[in-house]
C-alpha cells in the first residue's frame, strides 16, 4: 500500500488543518465518492433446516440517486452466495423450499411474492391497490398473512351548496378535511382517512382476507404514526395475536398498545393485556402454549425501559422474565425448544444477544464491543444476523447457539471498497459530568494521527432524545476524520442502553443535563493534548439539531455550528409536527396554563447570546422538526447580525441524507463552513 502523508509535515504543536478530500489520495481515504460504492445488508433469514440463509442486500443507484434492494441467497457456511430476486422482507417457508417476499407488480406497487428457491421464476400472489408489509407463513404452508393499509369507509369530504363552475372553467381543488390531529408522517405526506389491518391470502394466490376488519389499526404507534407491526401466527393456524390499539379514541392517545389474540374462524379479538401500557412484540412458543412480549406499565415517563413478559396463550399468568434487567429487550425469537426466549439488546453502545428461561432472569449469549442482531434461528439452534463495529460494517454472521462467541462472517460486500482505504482508529473514553455522572463517548482520530499536533475537533449529536451512538461502522464520521476533523460523539443523559434513571434523566428538563454531558466531554477530549480548543466545531440533526441549537445559545466556545434539523420552539413545534402529544407530554402542563417552562427550553429564547457562524440544514418535505422551525432560527439569526446560512434540502423528508447525493452534499457543506470560519484556514465573507 501507498503511503499517504494526510496532514502534511507541520512542526509539532501547530494546528493541522483539515485536508479537503480533492487534496488527497481518494484511494486511500473514505471520500465523500467512497459513500457512493457503500453496500449494507440486512434481514438475513436461515431455512428451517440451517442449509441456506437468504438476506437483503442494499446499494446506491447511482443514476437514480436512491437506495436499491435485492435479495441474495447462500449457503449456511457463506458459499454460493448469488442474487436471487429483486424486493425484499423475505421469510422462508416451513418446507424451506419456498420464500415469500415484497416486490413491485402489478396493477402497481409492492405486492407479495413466492418463489421456489431452486426454481427459476416467481409467483405474484396478491393484486391490490395498498403496499402490503409484515409478511409471516402459516404453520402449514398454505397461509401468508400480511399487512396493509385500508382506506376508511367514512367520506373525508364537507359537502356545500358551491355553485358549479362554467363549462370549460378549471377552478382549485377542494380543501382536504382533516378532523384528527395525526393527518401526516413524516416520509408519507399527508396521511388518507384509513386504518392498518392484517390480511391472510392462500400461498397459491387468491383473494386476501381482511381478518382484523372495522375502524382500528394494528401495530404499536407512537404518537399515532404508523409503522411495522409485530405478530405471529399460532401453530394450529386458527388464530393470530399481534399488537395494536382497538379503542374509539386510538387518534388521541400518546403511546399506549396491547396484545390481541384474533380467532380466524369467527373473528373474535381478545385483549391479552388489559391493563394500562405499552405492550408490545408477542412472540408465539413453538409448541403455541406460551406468548412471550415487551412492554411496561402506563407512565407519563419520558423514557423507560421496557420488560420481558410471558403469558399463557389465553393471556393468563403473565409473569415478568427479565426483573432487574433494565434494558430494551427486542426482536424475540424462541429457542426451537420453547423453554426460552433470545433477544437482543442495547448496552452501552454496544448491542448483543441474550436468553431468559421460561423460569425468569437474563443471561449474555454473546458479549463483545459490536453492534450484533439476531435475526432468525433454525430447528437445530443456528442463529444468523448482522454485526458491525468501528472498522467494519453490517455483514451476515452465523452462530451456534452452543458456540456462540464463534461468530462466522459469511458477508463481505464492502471489502473491495476499504481494502485499499485507511480508516480513522476509534477510541472508548468515559468521563465524570455534573453531579458524578458517568458518561461514555467514541473518539474518531484521522487515519495518520499523530499525538503531538494539535486537530480540529467535531463534536456530533444524536437524536431522539431518547438514542444511542453506537460502537457500529459509521461513514459520515469516518469521512471526517478522513479530512483530518478529530470526531467526539458522546451517549449524555436522555441516552437508551443505560437503563431507566440515565434515559428519563431529562424528563421535564430538556435541554438540560444532557448539555453539561456533552460539554464535559469536549472537556475531557481537550485534556488528551491533541485538540486545538481554538478551533471546534458542533452539529446534530433532529434532537442533536435541538442540543447544538442550544449549545451555541450558552457558550461561545465554538468556531462554527452546523444545525441540522433542528427543534427551538417548542410552543410552534407542537403545531407543526407529526407527533403533537410527544410535545405535549415533555411539559407538565400545555403551554396556556403556563408556558414558562416551554419556553424555557426553547433555543430561540436564547438566540440574543448566539455569536457563533451557523448553518442551517432542513429537508423542504420534513414533518418530523418542520422547515418553521430552521425558518424562525435564520430570521432571528440575521436579525442579530450573526453569520448564518440556509440550506433547504430538496426531497428530504426528516433528515437531509436519505439520497446519496443529499448525504455527500451534507458531509461537504458542513466541512466547508466549518474551514470559512476555522483559524486554520483563511476566513470567507459569509451571506449576510
Known amino acids: 500500500m501507498r503511503r499517504t502523508v494526510l496532514l502534511g509535515a507541520l512542526a509539532a504543536g501547530l494546528v493541522a488543518a483539515p485536508v479537503r478530500a480533492q487534496e488527497t489520495r481518494s484511494d486511500t481515504l473514505f471520500t465523500?465518492?467512497?459513500?457512493?460504492?457503500?453496500e449494507t445488508v440486512a434481514d438475513p433469514q436461515i431455512s428451517p433446516d440451517g442449509s441456506r440463509i437468504v438476506y437483503t442486500r442494499r446499494w446506491v443507484d447511482k443514476l437514480k440517486d436512491r437506495w436499491q434492494t435485492s435479495l441474495w441467497i447462500m449457503d449456511a457456511d457463506g458459499g454460493h452466495n448469488r442474487f436471487l430476486a429483486d424486493g425484499g422482507g423475505a421469510v422462508w417457508a416451513p418446507d424451506g423450499k419456498r420464500i415469500a417476499y415484497i416486490a413491485e407488480g402489478e396493477p402497481k406497487g409492492p405486492q407479495v411474492w413466492v418463489k421456489y428457491v431452486d426454481l427459476e421464476g416467481a409467483t405474484q400472489i396478491t393484486h391490490v391497490?395498498?403496499?402490503?408489509?409484515?409478511?409471516?407463513?402459516?404453520?402449514?404452508?398454505?397461509?401468508?398473512?400480511?399487512?396493509?393499509?385500508?382506506?376508511?369507509?367514512?367520506?373525508?369530504?364537507?359537502?356545500?351548496?358551491?355553485?358549479?363552475?362554467?363549462?370549460?372553467?378549471?377552478?382549485?381543488?377542494?380543501p382536504r378535511v382533516v378532523r384528527r390531529i395525526h393527518y401526516r408522517a413524516d416520509r408519507r405526506g399527508m396521511l388518507d382517512p384509513g386504518y392498518t389491518h392484517l390480511f391472510v391470502v392462500s400461498a397459491d394466490g387468491g383473494t386476501p382476507r381482511d381478518v382484523t376488519p372495522g375502524e382500528w389499526s394494528v401495530g404499536a404507534r407512537f404518537d399515532g404514526q404508523p409503522g411495522g407491526v409485530t405478530w405471529d401466527w399460532m401453530p394450529d393456524g386458527k388464530a393470530i395475536v399481534v399488537e395494536g390499539l382497538k379503542v374509539e379514541n386510538a387518534d388521541t392517545i400518546y403511546r399506549d398498545a396491547y396484545v390481541y389474540r384474533i380467532d380466524l374462524a369467527s373473528g373474535e379479538v381478545k385483549n391479552l393485556t388489559p391493563a394500562r401500557g405499552t405492550w408490545t412484540s408477542p412472540a408465539v412458543s413453538p409448541d403455541g402454549r406460551w406468548i412471550a412480549y415487551t412492554g411496561a406499565p402506563y407512565s407519563r415517563m419520558s423514557y423507560r425501559a421496557v420488560d420481558l413478559y410471558v403469558m399463557a396463550a389465553d393471556g393468563s399468568g403473565a409473569r415478568k422474565l427479565s426483573e432487574g434487567f433494565d434494558r430494551d429487550p427486542a426482536g424475540l425469537v424462541w429457542a426451537p425448544d420453547g423453554k426460552g426466549i433470545y433477544f437482543t439488546a442495547a448496552d452501552h453502545g454496544t448491542s448483543n444477544v441474550y436468553f431468559a428461561p421460561l423460569g425468569g432472569g437474563v443471561r449474555p449469549v454473546t458479549t463483545g464491543q459490536h453492534m450484533l442482531q439476531l435475526a432468525s434461528l433454525s430447528r437445530a439452534g443456528v442463529a444468523v444476523g448482522t454485526r458491525t463495529d468501528p472498522k467494519s460494517p453490517p455483514d451476515v454472521v452465523r452462530f451456534s447457539l452452543r458456540q456462540p462467541q464463534q461468530l462466522a462472517t459469511l458477508t463481505h460486500v464492502n471489502d473491495d471498497l476499504l481494502?485499499?482505504?485507511?480508516?480513522?482508529?476509534?477510541?472508548?473514553?468515559?468521563?465524570?459530568?455534573?453531579?458524578?455522572?458517568?458518561?461514555?463517548?467514541?473518539?474518531?482520530?484521522?487515519?495518520?494521527?499523530?499525538?503531538?499536533?494539535?486537530?480540529?475537533?467535531?463534536?456530533?449529536?444524536?437524536?431522539?432524545?431518547?438514542?444511542?451512538?453506537?460502537?457500529?461502522?459509521?461513514?459520515?464520521?469516518?469521512n471526517f476524520a478522513a479530512n483530518g476533523f478529530v470526531v467526539l460523539y458522546t451517549n449524555p443523559r436522555g441516552s437508551t442502553g443505560y437503563g431507566t434513571a440515565f434515559g428519563n434523566a431529562i424528563e421535564r428538563d430538556y435541554p438540560g443535563v444532557d448539555y453539561e454531558d456533552l460539554?464535559?466531554?469536549?472537556?475531557?477530549?481537550?485534556?488528551?493534548?491533541?485538540?486545538?480548543?481554538?478551533?471546534?466545531?458542533?452539529?446534530?440533526?433532529s434532537g442533536g439539531g435541538v442540543l447544538s441549537s442550544w449549545v451555541i445559545g450558552h457558550t461561545d466556545r465554538f468556531k462554527a455550528a452546523a444545525v441540522r434539523c433542528p427543534v427551538i420552539d417548542w410552543l410552534s413545534f407542537a403545531g407543526q409536527t407529526d407527533i403533537p402529544y410527544?410535545?405535549?407530554?415533555?411539559?407538565?402542563?400545555?403551554?396556556?396554563?403556563?408556558?414558562?417552562?416551554?419556553?424555557?427550553h426553547s433555543s430561540l429564547?436564547?438566540?440574543?447570546?448566539?455569536?457563533?457562524?451557523?448553518?442551517?440544514?432542513?429537508?423542504?418535505?420534513?414533518?418530523?422538526?418542520?422547515?418553521?422551525?430552521?425558518?424562525?432560527?435564520?430570521?432571528?439569526?440575521?436579525?442579530?447580525?450573526?453569520?448564518?446560512t440556509l440550506l433547504r434540502f430538496e426531497g428530504e423528508y426528516h433528515g437531509t441524507g436519505s439520497r446519496p447525493s443529499n448525504w455527500m452534499r451534507t458531509q461537504l457543506y458542513m466541512m466547508d463552513w466549518y474551514r470559512q470560519w476555522g483559524t486554520f484556514a483563511p476566513k470567507r465573507t459569509a451571506e449576510r
Not at 465523500?32 to 457503500?38: A, I, P, Q, S, T
Not at 359537502?159 to 378549471?170: F, N, S, V
Not at 485534556?527 to 478551533?535: E, H, S
Not at 410535545?583 to 419556553?599: A, G, H, I, Q, V
Open 582 to 600: 410527544f410535545t405535549y407530554n415533555f411539559f407538565d402542563k400545555p403551554f396556556w396554563e403556563d408556558p414558562t417552562p416551554w419556553l424555557k
Open 32 to 38: 465523500v465518492e467512497k459513500y457512493l460504492d457503500y
Open 419 to 478: 481494502e485499499r482505504i485507511r480508516l480513522g482508529d476509534v477510541e472508548r473514553i468515559t468521563y465524570t459530568s455534573t453531579g458524578g455522572a458517568q458518561i461514555e463517548g467514541w473518539i474518531v482520530k484521522p487515519p495518520g494521527f499523530q499525538p503531538g499536533r494539535k486537530y480540529p475537533l467535531i463534536l456530533e449529536i444524536h437524536g431522539g432524545p431518547h438514542g444511542m451512538y453506537n460502537v457500529g461502522f459509521n461513514p459520515s464520521f469516518q
Open 129 to 174: 391497490d395498498e403496499a402490503p408489509g409484515n409478511l409471516r407463513w402459516s404453520s402449514d404452508g398454505r397461509s401468508i398473512g400480511f399487512t396493509m393499509f385500508v382506506p376508511a369507509k367514512e367520506s373525508a369530504s364537507w359537502k356545500i351548496d358551491l355553485p358549479a363552475p362554467p363549462e370549460g372553467a378549471t377552478w382549485t381543488k377542494a
Open 605 to 644: 429564547m436564547y438566540v440574543g447570546n448566539v455569536k457563533t457562524p451557523t448553518l442551517l440544514m432542513t429537508g423542504v418535505l420534513d414533518m418530523r422538526t418542520p422547515m418553521p422551525q430552521t425558518e424562525e432560527f435564520f430570521s432571528a439569526l440575521k436579525m442579530r447580525g450573526v453569520p448564518t
Open 519 to 541: 460539554m464535559a466531554g469536549v472537556d475531557a477530549v481537550i485534556a488528551k493534548g491533541y485538540v486545538d480548543p481554538d478551533n471546534m466545531f458542533v452539529g446534530g440533526c
